[in-house]
């Protein structure tokens, strides 16, 4: 009998191992342990032995059937746990025969240019700073510069709120925050949105977005701010341009100018890009004024610095051949798959 149980045992220890499924495991557990299983008709056979056999034999069978659930648990668990494994693993299994989806879609030409451009001036060690888009008057005007009864506020057409503070109209009102963070020496991007209440026109909108620049340090000049202007330009275009300056009127800086570079499409000979001038027209920018730095707490006798403010919608326009500064804020997709597939 002894024998016998120990067989039923191994061989239900066996097949519980070789389960592969819970389907199973379930059938195993009624084969040994159902109404009619095995172990069951063993216990039933206990009935039958002599009175000393009877408790010795029993207690083996129930202490076998113990061992037997318990296995049957472990298994239950085990497969429970297969399973799992499993499904995560079908869930996160990436699959790089698949085609690529149609619309994943992609980053605005605006961003492309913004990061390409950040890229550049910090490898240059400029820092990258974000400036608000609800600024004070002081921040965009005043500190720029630029007092209420000054003729320049006309040429901004500004939003204001019931607050009295403005949607910043130039990424120049952040000049004066980072000046007083960073002080002199400097070097600092700051790309941002910007806000007029124009009349638009394809090359006219009411938010469009800038990358001002500023360089403050002992001895800065023009050549300085030609040499920045000049490596990162030819970077985004990937091409060596020429740049050259001429006069222009900004209240926060003294000189100050309009940089244009020579056209990439013909190359400087002329075309109807540049109007069959060989330039175009790119960044106003010049010395800060001494009234700025003072403003912004450094010492104007010392030091001196240059600031540019480049129009990144309008490099975007350029870099892509985008010829309506609308399509850039309209959503319209196909701007965007345009970008993707050049
Ligand atoms: N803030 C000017 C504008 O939006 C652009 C500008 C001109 C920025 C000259 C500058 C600068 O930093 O030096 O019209």
Redesign the pocket.
């Known amino acids: 009998m002894k024998e016998k149980i120990e067989s039923i045992k191994t061989e239900c220890i066996n097949l519980i191992n070789q389960s592969i499924n819970q389907a199973e495991l379930d059938n195993v557990r009624v084969q040994y342990l159902g109404k009619k299983g095995e172990l069951t008709v063993v216990l039933k056979e206990v009935g039958l032995l002599s009175a000393e056999e009877r408790p010795l034999i029993g207690k083996i069978v129930n202490e076998v059937r113990e061992e037997i659930e318990l296995k049957i648990e472990e298994k239950k668990n085990a497969l429970e746990k297969e399973e799992m494994m499993k499904q995560l693993e079908n869930a996160y299994r990436f699959d790089f025969t698949i085609p690529e989806k149609e619309n994943i879609g992609s980053l605005h030409p605006i961003t492309i240019v913004q990061r390409e451009v950040e890229e550049i001036f910090k490898s240059m060690g400029f820092n990258v700073e974000e400036g608000y888009e609800v600024e004070t008057e002081y921040n965009n005007f005043e500190a720029?510069n630029v007092p209420s009864y000054h003729p320049a506020r006309d040429?901004?057409d500004t939003f204001w709120l019931d607050n009295g503070q403005v949607l910043k109209?130039?990424?120049?009102a952040s000049?004066n925050r980072i000046l007083k963070k960073y002080g002199s020496p400097l070097k600092a991007i700051f790309p941002g949105r910007?806000f007029r209440n124009e009349d638009l026109d394809a090359s006219h909108e009411n938010t469009f977005f800038?990358l001002?620049?500023?360089m403050v340090d002992e001895n800065i000049s023009v050549a300085n701010l030609i040499y920045f202007m000049k490596t990162m330009l030819s970077e985004v275009f990937k091409k060596d341009l020429n740049v050259r300056l001429r006069p222009?009127y900004?209240p926060?800086?003294e000189p100050?100018f309009e940089l244009d570079i020579s056209c990439m499409y013909c190359g400087g000979k002329g075309c109807r890009v540049c109007k069959h001038s060989g330039w175009i027209e790119l960044?106003?920018?010049?010395i800060?004024h001494p009234n700025v730095l003072k403003m912004g707490g450094v010492d104007s006798e010392k030091y001196s610095g240059?600031?540019?403010?480049l129009g990144l919608s309008r490099l975007a326009m350029m870099k892509y051949g985008i010829t309506d500064l609308r399509l850039l804020n309209s959503g319209d997709l196909r701007v965007l798959k345009q970008i993707k597939n050049n």
Do not use: K, L
């Open positions: 720029v040429m901004q109209t130039q990424t120049s000049q910007c800038q001002e620049g500023m222009g900004f926060f800086v100050g960044c106003p920018c010049g800060i240059f600031a540019f403010g």
